[in-house]
């Protein structure tokens, strides 16, 4: 089955601010959560194995038992703003001419007052308190985790839906619950087969999250959606983000049908396959080969093959080899009118690859007719100013300044507390190509070697998988 990837996240009660006070209040003063009797039963709180029939309570409700001989939809109309909402409980019983009512709402008849049941002719004697029962079906998962959870500790907040698998990020408070968690969430999410939480043991060179299964099939292969394209893969064995979907489209808005886009760590293909179906030429690139071979299938899938070349090497080989020879040939060509975009999605690493881009084309006698536009993602850790961070980080790695080359440094997502990912866009000059600007920055690091082996192995990203989700 397809279906769209996307990230959920749970409500939070919050408290009203003097200024929307009266708003905030009505708002939220039907609130379920506010209602003790309508939680799930305090006896739940600490459950580790889900026990549904524990769920279950008895409890006493406002009715408004209609006579027969009245219209029952017009009364209900009326009452509209009273009825008691739960998850799979209707308050209007047709047969019996019973309205179920909102306890905290209605306590008593004056409470209905605006409503004039009188013109209706209906009066109080109408008004019952009456028992109802509720189960596990009437709460939603973030209600049942309010109950359940320990209620003095960070709640769960949030998790990401790929395909019809949930993926969890735990905080360690919550592990002895995650089997609990994994159920529930199983049993209330509509097209969740499977729930899986990343786990700690990490051997993340390729990105994907090593995960263990909460509960489910053990079936990681997944059919999603993004702007507008199909991508099929193993969840499992490569790296996936639903939270970058707006980031992708982004990218992909900035494309026109004449450009060209090389993309250096491609995975399943979010840049590539959407560029290539707005007629973009693309080389694509990704070091794992499972990601490789879902870019390949996905370039298939979605008819795009015939624009798309794809690789399987890591990035500086890559750089040094396919991309120059295709900035050789495409810089210098004067027929053609687009542009040229290269996107680096490895935000732990990609911006040390950029040590490779000053003096790429530094032994061709050629005029340069274009300006190579750079997307490259990083991780601003600790300080405010974080574009700034972001800079500096280019700069360094690139051995030069980007005062006159940059387009934009944009915020992409927060992935952990003081640690955001950022997008640096900056044009790949003739002077920067040819070599002419590389400056002593660069040249010490060349001295120093750092740059050699390091910048080509593979990333080990072992800090940001345990603090991203
Ligand atoms: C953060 S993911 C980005 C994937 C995709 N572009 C996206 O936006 O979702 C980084 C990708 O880089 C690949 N990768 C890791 N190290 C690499 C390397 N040295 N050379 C090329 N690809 C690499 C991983 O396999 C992974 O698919």
């Known amino acids: 089955m397809i279906s769209s990837t996307k990230t959920l996240t749970l409500s939070k009660p919050h408290l009203p601010q003097t200024t929307h006070l009266i708003f905030v209040r009505l708002r939220h003063y039907f609130k379920n959560m506010l209602c003790p009797d309508l939680n799930p039963p305090a006896t739940v709180r600490g459950m580790q194995q889900l026990d ?35 998850e799979r409980y ?14 905290l709402a209605v306590q008593k008849w004056e409470d209905l007052a605006d409503v004039h049941l009188e013109k209706l002719d209906i009066g109080s004697e109408a008004l019952v308190w009456q028992e109802i029962q509720l189960s596990y079906e009437n709460w939603k998962y973030d209600e049942i985790f309010k109950a359940v959870l320990p209620a003095d500790k960070e709640a769960l907040s949030s998790f990401s839906k790929v395909g019809h698998i949930i993926h969890l990020n735990l905080k ?89 886009l090389y993309d250096l760590y491609a995975g399943v293909g979010p840049f590539t396959v959407p560029a290539a179906r707005k007629g973009c030429k693309v ?48 810089c210098t060509e004067k027929e053609f009118d687009g542009e040229i975009h290269i996107t680096m999605n490895l935000p732990a690493m990609a911006v040390e690859h950029l040590v490779h881009f000053p003096g790429l084309l530094k032994d061709a006698d050629i005029v340069l007719h274009k300006k190579p536009l750079v997307h490259v993602y990083c991780f601003a850790k600790g300080g405010d100013d974080k574009k700034q ?25 927060n992935v952990a507390p003081n640690k955001d990912m950022m997008r640096v866009s900056f044009y790949l000059t003739e002077d920067l190509l040819l070599g002419h600007s590389t400056n002593s920055k660069k040249r010490q690091l060349d001295e120093e070697q750092t740059l050699s082996e390091d910048a080509k192995r593979p990333c080990n990203l072992n800090e940001e998988n345990k603090t991203s989700s």
């Open 52 to 86: 549904r029939a524990a769920f279950a309570k008895t409890i006493k409700v406002p009715h408004l038992l209609v006579p027969r001989d009245k219209n029952l939809n017009e009364v209900c109309r009326s009452v509209k703003k009273y009825l008691l909402k739960m």
């Open 90 to 103: 209707k308050p209007v019983i047709t047969e019996e001419y019973k309205i179920t009512l909102h306890p």
């Open 172 to 260: 360690d408070h919550l592990l002895p619950y995650k089997e609990l968690i994994g159920e529930v969430i199983r049993d209330k999410i509509a097209d969740c087969r499977t729930v899986v939480n990343k786990s700690i043991s990490i051997d993340n060179t390729y990105r994907n999250f090593q995960m263990e299964l909460l509960c489910g099939e053990p079936n990681y292969q997944v059919s999603v959606k993004e702007n507008g394209c199909m991508f099929q893969f193993d969840f499992s064995k490569v790296y996936w983000n639903p939270r970058l979907s707006t980031e992708h489209e982004k990218i992909v808005k900035m494309l026109n049908k004449h450009d060209v």
């Open 283 to 330: 080389l694509a690139n990704d070091l794992n080969p499972d990601s490789y071979q879902a870019l390949v299938a996905n370039c298939t899938l979605n008819k795009v093959a015939n624009n798309v070349t794809c690789h399987n090497k890591d990035a500086v080989d890559f750089i040094k080899q396919e991309v120059k020879d295709a900035l050789l040939a495409k």
């Open 389 to 413: 961070i972001a800079r500096e980080l280019v700069e360094q790695w690139l051995g030069m300044e980007v005062d006159d080359k940059l387009k934009e440094i944009a915020f992409v997502r």
